[in-house]
């Protein structure tokens, strides 16, 4: 039996799966993390072969630490079956193409009021944090949540930390916890005075579908696991964030594609926001527990047995990415792609399966701000752009520092 690899998993960050399947001839890992045995795959069938259901199940996999600062307890990422069907659809209502052009408006016009103030200012300013503002305050008025901008900005900071704490244990863990803590309790007591009728959720709005929403069944969903739920609308928007970093950082080091994504090319825009996507670190890997006594090629799975496909690996595959170290929007245009092949998100489709639900607001948002970022005009100074692939999840240690804003080149909100 394996020694328990969690402190190296720790350790080695985005590498630990990786060489742990390196190490083993037929590239299948046999580990042990957090006490429990666990088989690592890589590739599109290995994609596959764990959003089966039939396969593996999420219920019982997520360990508690990242439930109190990630998704929270009880959320759609652990339920299976006709449970996780019926709170899946509840997301994907609002995940339509108005709800989510609806949501790029809102964004446009928050990042276009931003760059305004960086402009007036003489200060640089952090990209990464004032990106994480500007989805903030987006996404709650979209969600039909009514903060002030410094609540708003709050609530951002928090979910950023929800996100930035959930892989270690040490003190941006308990930051985690804390912004958790203080925004669960936060949207419980809203989700209390919209049901009293106190508060009115707008129509169509993520507060309303979550307020009235049933499970599987009949029953309305307890205000603090709703409270959980809107969080789980919000959390993922803001941690767009990171990609927009990510965005950032590639137009400085490839500075040539600046010019055809100031042109507002949608087709080279969403290619490049795939190839971020792609390119860049965000989530290490994903998994489940197998649901029986599995076989993946010959290789025996017992139940129970922790099944994790390694994310990062396929995204730096170079039998799916020819140059896979190159930053190469080009290779997206064209070209479709495999539910199961590019899965910096997860994979397969979020209609039936696992995969985020909102994987398309992250692209739409992406899409136009990557274009939003290249209008701009600025200077980089000198600071530490470097990404750890040990820290989970990476982010640009200088969190990208820009200064000396210039207006950007005018163009109109996108989806108008």
């Known amino acids: 039996m394996p020694l328990d690899n969690t402190p190296l998993m720790l350790l080695e960050g985005y590498g630990w799966l990786p060489a742990r399947r390196r190490e083993a001839p037929d590239g299948v890992a046999r580990t042990r993390v957090l006490g429990r045995r666990a088989t690592g795959l890589c590739g599109p069938d290995a994609a596959r072969f764990l959003y089966d259901e039939d396969n593996v199940l999420r219920h019982g996999a997520l360990p508690g630490l990242v439930q109190s600062t990630l998704f929270g307890h009880g959320p759609v990422h652990t339920l299976d079956g006709a449970d996780h069907r019926v709170r899946k659809a509840m997301f994907l209502s609002l995940m339509t193409p108005a709800g989510i052009a609806d949501l790029r408006r809102r964004t446009a016009a928050a990042w276009d009021e931003a760059a305004a103030g960086w402009a007036a200012g003489?200060?640089?300013?952090?990209?990464?944090?004032e990106a994480?503002?500007?989805?903030?305050?987006?996404?709650?008025?979209?969600?039909?949540?009514?903060?002030?901008?410094?609540?708003?900005?709050?609530?951002?900071?928090?979910?950023?930390?929800?996100?930035d704490g959930f892989a270690t244990l040490g003190p941006r863990y308990w930051r985690a916890r804390r912004g958790r803590v203080r925004q669960e309790a936060r949207l419980t007591s809203l989700m209390e005075d919209v049901r009293r009728g106190a508060i009115h959720a707008p129509t169509g709005s993520a507060l309303a579908a979550v307020a009235r929403h049933t499970d599987a069944h009949g029953e309305r969903l307890d205000p603090h696991l709703a409270a959980v739920e809107l969080l789980n609308f919000i959390r993922p928007t803001v941690a767009v964030c990171w990609f927009v970093a990510y965005a950032a950082h590639a137009l400085h080091r490839w500075p040539e594609h600046r010019a055809r994504l100031r042109t507002g090319d949608e087709e080279f825009a969403e290619a490049f926001a795939h190839e971020v996507r792609r390119f860049y670190p965000f989530a290490p890997f994903v998994g489940g527990r197998a649901a029986r006594d599995l076989t993946w090629r010959g290789h025996a799975i017992p139940e129970g047995t922790l099944v994790l496909l390694d994310l990062y690996g396929q995204n730096h595959d170079p039998d799916l990415w020819p140059e896979p170290y190159s930053f190469r929007p080009e290779r997206f245009l064209g070209r479709s792609i495999d539910p199961f092949e590019l899965v910096p998100q997860g994979g397969g489709d979020p209609r039936t399966g696992h995969r985020c639900p909102g994987e398309d607001i992250t692209v739409t948002l992406l899409r136009e701000l990557v274009v939003r970022l290249a209008r701009l005009d600025y200077d980089v100074p000198p600071q530490d752009l470097g990404i750890s692939l040990r820290r989970v999840p990476a982010r640009p240690a200088?969190?990208?520092?820009?200064?000396?804003?210039?207006?950007?080149?005018?163009?109109p909100v996108s989806g108008e």
């Open 132 to 163: 994480a503002r500007v989805l903030g305050r987006a996404v709650t008025a979209w969600a039909g949540v009514t903060m002030s901008p410094d609540e708003a900005d709050e609530l951002a900071g928090d979910c950023v930390a929800m996100v």
């Open 122 to 129: 003489a200060e640089p300013v952090v990209l990464f944090d």
């Open 398 to 411: 200088s969190g990208v520092v820009i200064s000396g804003v210039r207006a950007p080149v005018t163009a």
